[in-house]
């Protein structure tokens, strides 16, 4: 199965700050990478699928790039609902797998 | 908008079977063309698919967990369940429904529900 990885594991950030996380793929899924935001005790929240298109009510600081093995999510400015944990998803092959997640906490 | 809600019990016994309902509201699943997943979240680990069903007969497995697990859909009570059998401790997870046009990703979740296995 193709292992996803993330990094960091953890980013500290001020609020209106932007950030950018990293999702490595032990092999190419193309653009088939998606992103979920979790927040503490919630369901995961689909982001960006097809590595760059948003989901439908996901605002414009979000914003997904790249593809084969190497992709970036970045938020433009930082607000508080966006302090949780971020994962990748390969959509691509099966069986579909996740990144570990990266923690984003305020600095 | 479709809502998902997930019930069951709380506490599972080795080697027993654990069984989880997802109940759908706002939308049909013998009309809708969605996928109906689950997908689950140990203490601590990232999220694993476990597998997905279409009212179309389409289904598929998270080959990891081999024969144990299985996904049913329930058009007359508008639900759609999970049964994997011969737990462990390692099956204690938070367990989700989840729901969307493509079988591959999840645009509609449910809460979550969290099972423990202990005897």
């Known amino acids: 199965e193709i292992v996803m990885t993330q990094s960091p594991a953890t980013l500290s950030v001020s609020p209106g700050e932007g950030v950018t996380l990293s999702c490595r793929a032990s092999?190419?899924?193309?653009?088939?990478l998606a992103w979920y935001r979790q927040k503490p005790g919630q369901a995961p929240r689909l982001l960006i699928y097809?590595?760059?298109a948003r989901a439908i009510g996901i605002p414009a600081r979000f914003s997904g790039s790249g593809s084969g093995t190497d992709f970036t999510l970045t938020i433009s400015s930082l607000q508080s609902e966006d302090f949780a944990v971020y994962y990748c998803?390969?959509?691509?092959?099966?069986?579909?797998?996740f990144g570990g997640g990266t923690k984003v906490e305020i600095k | 908008q479709v809502q998902l809600q997930e019930s069951g019990p709380g506490l599972v016994k080795p080697s027993e079977t654990l069984s989880l309902t997802c109940s759908v509201s706002?939308?049909?699943?013998?009309?809708?063309?969605?996928?109906w997943s689950w997908v689950r979240q140990p203490p601590g680990k990232e999220l694993e698919w476990l597998g997905y069903?279409?009212?179309?007969?389409?289904?598929n497995y998270n080959p990891s967990l081999k024969s144990r697990v299985t996904i049913s859909l329930d058009t007359s009570k508008n639900q759609f369940s999970l049964k994997l059998s011969s737990v462990t401790v390692a099956d204690t997870a938070v367990y989700y429904c989840?729901?969307?046009?493509?079988?591959?990703?999840?645009?509609?979740w449910g809460q979550g529900t969290r099972v423990t296995v202990s005897s």
């Open positions: 989840a729901a969307d046009s493509a079988p591959n990703r999840y645009f509609h």
């Open positions: 706002a939308v049909s699943v013998s009309i809708s063309t969605d996928y």
């Open positions: 069903i279409h009212k179309n007969g389409d289904s």
């Open positions: 092999q190419s899924v193309g653009n088939n």
């Open positions: 097809a590595a760059s």
């Open positions: 998803q390969q959509h691509n092959i099966w069986p579909l797998t």
